[in-house]
């Protein structure tokens, strides 16, 4: 599959909301080999940012079941006007624009679109499986990938403990996932989905800020899923570029370093 | 309503967990007005405690919705070792264990209620306006409340800003209520029950920190609201005892700082 990333960055103020509106995003070329139940008149565009593992989950989530979507790549560093009108309250990325309509929070927006495309559902059916997808979820999120934040600002001691913290979070998951093929089950699924973050992410910041915590012989039933996961078209398709990340941390993490001081 | 609030307190780790079991709770003496269709096997138990906001959600979730339940009162200086079985994971309140299954965190164990238990929904039945609920309960939880715990280690220049923030935050949900009977519509719902946070907890702990951002004059519609809300039954059973709760927080606050001395 053939992405067309386009990059609509600024939101030049100065020349006013319309002149960006103008700068339409293209079609990304994406046939789906998945059965769709979408309108033709349907327009889903993603605006997203190519390093970010939840932009990264909201795209996995499109290609699993189908649904074609503009891609539109926001430069974090000069946000479009679009990004702005459509998620004024964090302007952040990922945000879904489901025919004029938008909606942000990468967890919310992928109960939208199963709940809008409702092919390929990505969460179990049975409520309590429901839950415990949404429990996982809600972990890696707010806690799991919080702690690991926190690694790039700490050293010495600190750094040591809060590495004690993700290798315990990751044990969690770990047991989680024990005795499945998936963390939803018998197929990829919204957990997985959001999980991914460990597949495209994960490696490389740990990688980048030299530490070796998330391995093979510590984590051996995640690192089974992982290897199972890469056999999925769509996550091949989303999978984040490693050394252009990598110099994508190293220099974020640089400025970082620059502005604390 | 007479609520009974049965205290399990202590692990009691030298005891060991028979025994803790062994102390069951008793059945709160709830007669649902509305509807209900639960079966009458089911069992349905709440880990809450009197003055979190959390707790108060599931439970006015659950009066709501007509579902009779058994209420178990924590002591969470002393957590029992049903509660640390039931959320190994986080450790705390509010838990709801259906049917002896165990689910945490409040917003997941409202979408659990709501797909159980299908009678008098509390989400809206669209897509968008699902998405729409729970984009602002996600923001009351990570932006609001986080926010406001800030208040109470602030202090001097800093207290200001923080202030300011929580104004602002305070001002988009103004907003979204805009035109509006209820965050949900013309009845109360998800987002309502999630918001309870403002009406019975909110203005509290502003009293008791002595700060006044959150008054009638700067969010009139917010306060029309919490009138609205009050009247309804569900709602007053669920209320915090004002002077208590003063009390509660006021200690809290004395022994974070001592702690941090």
Same mark, same amino acid.
């Given at each position: 599959m053939a992405e067309i990333h386009v990059m609509i960055s600024s939101c030049e103020r100065n020349v006013g909301i319309a002149t960006a509106i103008r700068r339409k995003p293209v079609l990304a070329n994406f046939t789906s080999k998945l059965q769709q139940t979408m309108a033709d008149e349907d327009e889903v565009k993603l605006f997203g940012m190519w390093a970010s593992p939840y932009s990264r989950r909201v795209e996995l989530a499109l290609k699993l079941k189908g649904i074609p979507f503009q891609y539109v790549e926001e430069d974090l560093s000069s946000k479009s006007c679009l990004l702005l009108k459509y998620?004024?309250?964090?302007?952040? &990325?990922p945000v879904l624009v489901h025919n004029g309509k938008p909606i942000a929070e990468s967890l919310v927006i992928m109960e939208y679109i199963d709940e809008t495309w409702?092919?390929? @559902? &990505?969460? @179990?059916?049975d409520p309590y499986d429901r839950a415990m997808a949404r429990f996982w979820a809600k972990f890696i999120d707010e806690k799991l990938l919080m702690t690991a934040r926190k690694v790039s600002f700490a050293s010495g001691k600190e750094k040591e403990q809060v590495i004690d913290e993700i290798t315990e979070q990751l044990k969690l998951l770990e047991s989680e996932l024990q005795?499945?093929?998936?963390f939803s089950g018998p197929s990829i699924g919204y957990l997985d989905i959001v999980a991914s973050v460990l597949v495209f992410w994960f490696g490389n910041v740990q990688e980048a800020l030299g530490?070796?915590?998330?391995t093979q012989e510590k984590f051996p039933i995640i690192f089974g899923w992982i290897g199972k996961v890469f056999e999925i078209d769509a996550v091949k398709e989303c999978r984040i570029p490693k050394e252009k990340h990598l110099e994508y941390i190293r220099t974020r993490l640089e400025a970082l370093k620059s502005a604390s001081k």
């Open positions: 998620n004024p309250v964090h302007q952040k &990325i409702t092919n390929n @559902p &990505i969460l @179990p059916q005795g499945k093929e998936y530490v070796d915590m998330f």
